[in-house]
């Protein structure tokens, strides 16, 4: 138990770059920037203006999107456009951006890791079936599924915690077990 519980943590600290496990509070900014590959800027640039401040909603809303949206989208095309059949493991690069861009953000990252993970794979969810999702194969050979959606939720409410709950209400919905961007 020891063992897996350090090859875990020792998974979790390359998956975020050889950077130790920080409470949510003090990520470092580089961390949370690589959602979408943006740059880190300065530390004022992490968070938009909360409401009452010079910066209004649409703006702050506005930097939101053009941060998350190339990440939601590879992923909606990585399970629904037929790239990947069930039972379908990612390319090269597919991986990279789940595992260092998403994973890292989900709540139970270190659970979902276990011994390590040896592929991402997409494939039928075993209580739904109608619902394709992503599944972390560990190299143990053991598998378990994870929602992008609560990495997103993560991600968003780690780098943007005044606006996380307006904008993932309005932007994103769960209908037919799709993530659905409203104009």
């Given at each position: 138990m020891a063992l897996a519980a350090a090859l875990a943590r020792a998974a979790t600290l390359l998956l975020r770059g050889g950077r130790?496990?920080?409470p949510s509070a003090s990520l470092s900014l580089?961390?949370?920037r690589e959602l979408c590959g943006v740059p880190s800027s300065a530390a004022a640039a992490d968070e938009p203006s909360a409401a009452g401040e010079a910066e209004p909603w649409e703006d702050a809303e506005a930097e939101i999107l053009r941060d998350v949206e190339p990440v939601v989208e590879l992923v909606k095309d990585i399970l629904h456009s037929g790239r990947y059949g069930d039972g379908g493991f990612l390319s090269p690069n597919d991986e990279k951006v789940v595992v260092e861009k998403l994973l890292p953000h989900h709540p139970r990252s270190e659970d979902k890791i276990g011994c390590g993970i040896d592929a991402i794979m997409v494939d039928r969810h075993p209580d739904y079936k109608k619902s394709r999702c992503l599944f972390l194969?560990?190299?143990n050979g053991d598998c378990e599924d994870f929602s992008y959606r609560k990495c997103l939720r993560?991600?968003?409410e780690e780098k943007y915690p005044s606006h996380a709950d307006r904008f993932i209400k309005k932007h994103i919905v769960q209908r037919r077990s799709q993530l659905?961007?409203?104009p």
């Open positions: 130790a496990p920080t580089g961390i949370r194969v560990r190299t993560g991600y968003l659905v961007r409203l």
